[in-house]
T-cell receptor, first 117, second 112 residues
Framework: GAVVSQHPSWVICKSGTSVKIECRSL??????MFWYRQFPKQSLMLMAT?????????EQGVEKDKFLINHASLTLSTLTVTSAHPEDSSFYIC?????????????FGPGTRLTVL | GNSVTQMEGPVTLSEEAFLTINCTYT??????LFWYVQYPGEGLQLLLK?????DKGSNKGFEATYRKETTSFHLEKGSVQVSDSAVYFC???????????FGAGTQVVVTP
C-alpha cells in the first residue's frame, strides 16, 4: 500500500504558539489529503479535505483560521495549529486517497501527537 | 445521514479465544465498508474491506462479510493472539471523493 509520513511524530509547545504538522505522500502523488483529529479513546473526526492547489474544505465546526491547511504540492500537505491552546492537544492524523476501481482507499499517516502546555 | 455503530469496548479476551466485533451502518446508496486497526501510538492501518453486498473481506485471520439485508459488517477472528490487542474501527465510504465515516472504535485486549 501507499506510504504516508507525518512530521513530527510528537510535539510539545507552549500555549499561544503555532505548530506546523507535515503530511507527505512518499510513493504517489496525492491530489486529495484528509486531516483528522482523534481525542483519547475516541474515533477520528474529519477536520478538512486538503486539495492540491486550492483552498481546503473544512468540516462544520472546524475553525479555518485556527487550523490552517496548505497543500502546495502533490506530495505535501501541512496543518498549522495557530495560537495553540491546551484544548488543541490531540492526535492529528492525515490520510491520502488512492483512486482505484470501485472504491477509493485511504492510507493513513502514523499521526502526530500534539501537547499544548 | 451516514453513520456507523460499533459495539463498545473494551473487549477483553484470553489468547486463542474467538473474537466478534459488531458493526452496523446507516447509509444512502451502496457504501464500501472497511475495518481499520490502530495499534497504540500509531495511525490507522487497513485490515480488510468489502465493496459490495455479500463480499467477504479477510486478512490476517480476520473476516467480515458485507450484509446488506442487516446493514452489518461484523468482524470476526477464530483465535486471537496477544498481538491483536488494538483498537478496531469500522468505517464506510459513500463519497466518491473519499470521505470516510468512522465508528467510535472498539478496544480489544488479549491476555496471555
Amino acid at each position: 500500500g501507499a506510504v504516508v509520513s507525518q512530521h513530527p511524530s510528537w510535539v510539545i509547545c507552549k500555549s499561544g504558539t503555532s505548530v506546523k504538522i507535515e503530511c507527505r505522500s512518499l510513493d504517489f502523488q496525492a491530489t486529495t489529503m484528509f486531516w483528522y483529529r482523534q481525542f483519547p479513546k475516541q474515533s477520528l473526526m474529519l477536520m478538512a479535505t486538503s486539495n492540491e492547489g486550492s483552498k481546503a474544505t473544512y468540516e462544520q465546526g472546524v475553525e479555518k483560521d485556527k487550523f490552517l491547511i496548505n497543500h502546495a504540492s502533490l506530495t505535501l500537505s501541512t496543518l498549522t495549529v495557530t495560537s495553540a491552546h491546551p484544548e488543541d492537544s490531540s492526535f492529528y492524523i492525515c490520510s491520502e486517497i488512492f483512486m482505484g476501481g470501485s472504491y477509493n482507499e485511504q492510507f493513513f499517516g502514523p499521526g502526530t501527537r500534539l501537547t499544548v502546555l | 445521514g451516514n453513520s456507523v455503530t460499533q459495539m463498545e469496548g473494551p473487549v477483553t479476551l484470553s489468547e486463542e479465544a474467538f473474537l466478534t466485533i459488531n458493526c452496523t451502518y446507516t447509509a444512502t446508496g451502496y457504501p464500501s465498508l472497511f475495518w481499520y486497526v490502530q495499534y497504540p501510538g500509531e495511525g490507522l492501518q487497513l485490515l480488510l474491506k468489502a465493496t459490495k453486498a455479500d463480499d467477504k473481506g479477510s486478512n490476517k485471520g480476520f473476516e467480515a462479510t458485507y450484509r446488506k439485508e442487516t446493514t452489518s459488517f461484523h468482524l470476526e477472528k477464530g483465535s486471537v493472539q496477544v498481538s491483536d490487542s488494538a483498537v478496531y474501527f469500522c468505517a464506510l465510504q459513500t463519497d466518491s471523493w473519499g470521505k470516510f465515516q468512522f465508528g467510535a472504535g472498539t478496544q480489544v485486549v488479549v491476555t496471555p
